[in-house]
């Protein structure tokens, strides 16, 4: 072959327009709930979605797998990815111009679903569609706002979650409710504090921006660069003049949340965090957190925010993922999840409205006994800012905390 | 027609994807490719000139990589000369083999049960009462230096490495050579330092080369075991790749080919000097 | 003395694997104890579950792992041949060491685009493919060395004699190459069983093969079926060096 013709192939590679087309069923939209689920039937779905945490995973693998398989004959597989990830693909797939996705349904939170609205990624307005979207409190703003973006039926709740510190209660006893309170610990404490460079450690350094700030109020909108160039460098200041006390001088920092757990477990780290607030009961049942752990919402509160599910705009198999979201949101499979001994994913759904038998089954679950109650986090609860806040935190972190 | 045949296969394999794949990065940093291609531009190359990240990550790869070869050849220079018999026959001449069966991932995850802070080393000293907590144990994994990684990387190339001298000692007949020397009235370590240790690792340079490469571009070693910065170089770009922001991604490409070029360069440059493509 | 060194230099190199072997066993292993807190048998049988996402893994690993060795052994011993005898020889062969020294996730990274664009990527064909990208120039590498002029004299002799192209290869050539084909087989095996970054890229971590589980594992920090996983990559290719070790690794040293 001359080097001519592989250049020739290259340039058609490169410039030769989309690949196969995507398949030509109906678009679901169009379809009635009943014509869904004939459509959807059988399919094979596969979903992308954060594994980082095994008894998730198990919920997962275990129970919803096996569910949907027997209701709707679906296969459901799972392939592991953040965020960023999922972003990534999807972009890829639209620059090379391909008809149809490798992946059908994606597990994600506000970063994610703007990204993916900027890529023009996502399929729907869909959640109108499910018959079990009549029990979701979409009137609560924790639920119905995604980082101040309104879902707009483009994305579908699954749970609902507020961020809990944790820490040992035998090596704290009193934890750090300020950020001076927190100074103060590291400082007579080094080397047991830490925070992950990660979507959970980012939420937490969002909390402690509106902190600085004096209040959620400033961040309430659209994302502005004054606000944000105001408190950000005061953030960095500060977390600079702490990070020779945290774990490892500061030098580096966790880059994913089950190492920390990890070390937190074996008593490297006296704090660990979580966005699920019931983690600390459910890892301490599993025998993987001592005994001594307890969760807590420190008083300058922390970000509440909902994760949810989408479908991608190219998925080959739209109706068969929207019959496992359907499924996802129902009673049953909320209550499920609930459940601090599966995963204790707070539920999305409206527990009021709700048929007397399963609200009873949710007003009977196992109470945590580690962490606060969830009315009692509540009143600490700071709503999810503009997503471009959490792009540049994380971007700056790095700059000026990480590298710095 | 065979030949014609057989040449075609080697450039869809190798020259096709490569060349490929090289074009479409340039493209994609000069912002002619991609979602957000908007049209030429030299604006990520400045940036990531002005930013200097892929310096000092290429600067930290490259003393992690240095750092590994030069531990895992003295190791098993050290060993070849020493307890070369000892690997010929017995226990050893078995067990040295199991190492090469240990990819890339696992060495990581075993360095970290080892050397972590709750890992087998700092049981073992606190047992010993050498230690009095599980934070007085020395930062060996994530750390500063890139202990941990170096560690694995030593772990995994000096097997390979003291199995490549072992053939060359037979093959270069340097038992024979250490007895003229030793005639002559040269000791053994003269002999090990000025004769046996230089002839091992000028015979085998190409391949301690390509390993050193091969450490300077690995991924799942320092993905487990590296700090948050300064990261080794496939580390960077994939991070660039799959970041937040879709706007880091040109700037993946472009640590690929700067990363590329320097590569490539360097390793033309060592083969022609090596023997190893002259012709047998 | 020396064999008092030796027998502790062997216990060292063990140590990594019977800690691994004691961890894939093990439930809980709280610090500071040396030894797991209990031990069970339960993460071994994960992997004789039918349905089990373990064994599948270990099923399509080896599958992979055999097409791509295959394919590579057999196209890179009879592609060497044409280019040890070409007079573009160095030329070639400074081609076929770039995918092996690019780092082969960011060489994935490259190429990802194209195989998006030809819907191979996410399926196992991409990743056959992507993983042949990388293991066939190394087959060639590793061939191209063989064809020195003892084996050329041999064919021409053949010839001279009045054999046929196709003689020679069966009956002189092939004889010869039997070390080499299987030096050249296992290293590529090698190269495909322990491949992660083009892996996860390709396949956009929806083809799981074992090195993907292994990380999965310690992604969620369950580090007992990640030393089980971890076993389980290392196992077969042990097995392999210990029933052929000397033959296995004879002329990896490539010059």
Redesign the interface.
């Known amino acids: 072959m001359k080097p001519n013709y592989i250049l020739l192939f290259i340039l058609t590679l490169l410039w030769g327009c989309s690949g196969p087309n995507a398949s030509s069923s109906t678009d679901p939209a169009k379809l009635s709930w009943e014509e869904i689920v004939e459509q959807g039937r059988g399919g094979v779905v596969q979903m992308m979605m954060w594994q980082g945490d095994p008894l998730i995973n198990a919920y997962m693998q275990d129970y919803v797998i096996p569910e949907v398989k027997s209701r709707y004959d679906i296969d459901l597989k799972l392939a592991n990815g953040q965020g960023n990830t999922i972003v990534s693909i999807l972009a890829a797939e639209l620059e090379a111009g391909q008809g149809s996705s490798e992946i059908d349904m994606v597990w994600i939170n506000g970063e994610t679903f703007y990204q993916l609205k900027q890529i023009n990624g996502l399929y729907g307005p869909f959640t109108d569609k499910l018959p079990n979207s009549e029990w979701v409190n979409h009137e609560n703003p924790f639920i119905g706002t995604d980082f101040q973006q309104p879902i707009n039926g483009m994305e579908a709740p699954w749970g609902s979650v507020q961020q809990a510190i944790i820490y040992n209660s035998e090596m704290i006893s009193e934890p750090p409710q300020s950020l001076e309170e927190l100074a103060s610990f590291v400082e007579a404490n080094p080397g047991l504090f830490t925070i992950p460079n990660e979507f959970t450690g980012m939420s937490l350094l969002k909390a402690m921006l509106m902190d600085i700030a004096g209040g959620p109020e400033a961040f309430k909108g659209a994302f502005d660069e004054g606000v944000y160039n105001t408190y950000a460098p005061q953030l960095w200041e500060y977390l600079n003049r702490i990070k020779p006390y945290f774990w490892k001088q500061g030098e580096t920092f966790p880059a994913q949340l089950a190492a920390m757990h990890q070390m937190f477990a074996s008593g490297e780290l006296a704090f660990t965090m979580s966005m699920n607030d019931s983690e600390v009961d459910n890892k301490v049942l599993q025998g993987i957190f001592p005994e001594s752990s307890r969760a807590y919402v420190p008083a300058f509160g922390t970000i509440r925010n909902s994760h949810y599910l989408g479908i991608t705009k190219l998925a080959q198999h739209k109706a068969a993922a929207m019959l496992v979201i359907d499924f996802l949101s129902s009673p049953e499979a909320q209550l499920k999840k609930q459940d601090p001994t599966v995963w204790g994913d707070g539920t999305v759904l409206e527990v009021e409205n709700l048929p007397e038998e399963i609200r009873s089954q949710f007003e009977n679950l196992p109470s945590r006994i580690l962490a606060p109650k969830r009315e009692d986090m509540l009143p600490r609860a700071l709503m999810e800012p503009d997503p471009e806040y959490m792009i540049r935190i994380s971007k700056d972190f790095r700059k000026f905390v990480i590298e710095g | 027609m065979y030949k014609a045949l057989g040449i075609r296969w080697f450039l869809l394999l190798t020259v096709l994807p490569l060349a490929a794949g090289l074009i479409y990065a340039l493209l994609y940093s000069l912002g002619l490719a991609g979602i957000l291609g908007n049209g030429f531009t030299l604006a990520y190359w400045q940036s990531v000139f002005a930013e200097g990240v892929v310096w000092r990550s290429l600067g930290y790869s490259a003393y992690i990589a240095t750092a590994s070869m030069s531990l895992a050849c003295l190791l098993a220079l050290g060993l070849v000369i020493k307890l070369r018999t000892a690997f010929q026959k017995g226990i050893l001449s078995y067990v040295i083999y199991f190492p090469l069966a240990i990819p890339a991932m696992v060495a990581a995850f075993i360095s970290f049960q080892l050397l972590g802070k709750a890992g087998l080393f700092s049981r073992l000293t606190y047992a010993l009462g050498l230690t009095e907590s599980l934070q007085s144990f020395p930062d060996l994994v994530n750390d500063f230096w890139g202990i941990g990684i170096i560690f694995s990387h030593s772990l995994m190339a000096f097997p390979f490495l003291l199995l490549l001298f072992l053939g060359t000692y037979e093959g270069e007949r340097l038992g024979e050579l250490k007895q003229i020397a030793k005639t002559l009235g040269a000791g053994e370590g003269y002999i090990s330092r000025k004769i046996v240790a230089p002839i091992l690792l000028k015979q085998n340079f190409a391949a301690i080369l390509l390993y050193f490469i091969f450490v300077l571009g690995s991924y799942e070693i320092p993905l487990l075991l590296g700090r948050e910065a300064p990261q080794m170089i496939s580390v960077l770009t994939i991070r660039k790749l799959q970041r937040y922001d879709l706007l880091d991604k040109p700037e993946a490409y472009i640590i690929a080919l700067i990363y590329c070029v320097l590569v490539l360069t360097a390793m033309v440059i060592s083969l022609r000097r090596s023997k190893i493509l002259q012709k047998n | 003395m020396?064999k008092g060194?030796?027998?502790l230099?062997?216990a060292l190199?063990?140590?990594?694997?019977s800690?691994?072997l004691l961890?894939s066993l093990a439930e809980?292993w709280?610090?500071?104890?040396?030894l797991p807190d209990a031990w069970t048998a339960e993460h071994w049988s994960r992997l004789f579950q039918l349905d089990g996402?373990l064994g599948q893994s270990l099923l399509l690993s080896i599958g992979i792992s055999l097409f791509v060795a295959t394919v590579a052994t057999i196209?890179g011993f009879?592609?060497s041949?044409?280019?040890a005898y070409?007079p573009f020889?160095?030329r070639?062969?400074?081609?076929?060491?770039?995918?092996?020294?690019?780092?082969?996730?960011?060489?994935a990274?490259?190429?990802?685009?194209?195989f998006?664009?030809?819907?191979l990527?996410?399926?196992i064909g991409g990743v056959l493919i992507g993983q042949?990208?990388i293991a066939?120039?190394f087959a060639?590498i590793i061939c191209h060395?063989h064809w020195?002029?003892r084996i050329r004299s041999m064919e021409q002799l053949v010839a001279t004699l009045g054999g046929s192209r196709r003689e020679a290869f069966q009956k002189v050539i092939l004889p010869l190459s039997k070390g080499i084909l299987l030096v050249c087989f296992f290293q590529c095996y090698?190269i495909s069983?322990?491949e992660?970054?083009l892996t996860t890229?390709i396949g956009?971590?929806?083809v799981?093969t074992m090195?993907?589980k292994?990380?999965?594992y310690?992604?969620?920090?369950?580090?007992y079926l990640?030393?089980l996983s971890?076993w389980l990559?290392?196992l077969p290719?042990?097995i392999l060096?210990?029933f052929n070790?000397r033959f296995v690794?004879?002329e990896?040293?490539?010059?």
Not at chain 3, 93 to 105: D, K, N, Q, R
Not at chain 3, 116 to 119: P, Q, R, S, T
């Open positions: 020396q060194f030796t027998y230099l062997a190199i063990l140590l990594p694997f800690l691994l961890l809980g709280s610090f500071p104890s040396i996402d196209s009879l592609t041949r044409f280019i070409s020889r160095e070639y062969l400074i081609m076929a060491y770039c995918p092996f020294v690019l780092s082969p996730v960011v060489y990274a490259c190429i990802h685009f194209f998006i664009k030809m819907g990527s996410g399926h042949l990208i066939y120039p060639v060395g020195n002029e090698l069983w322990f992660y970054g890229l956009v971590g929806k799981q090195t993907l292994v990380f999965q310690i992604n969620e920090a369950d580090i990640a030393a971890s990559l290392f290719p042990a060096l210990w070790k690794f004879r990896v040293n490539v010059s």
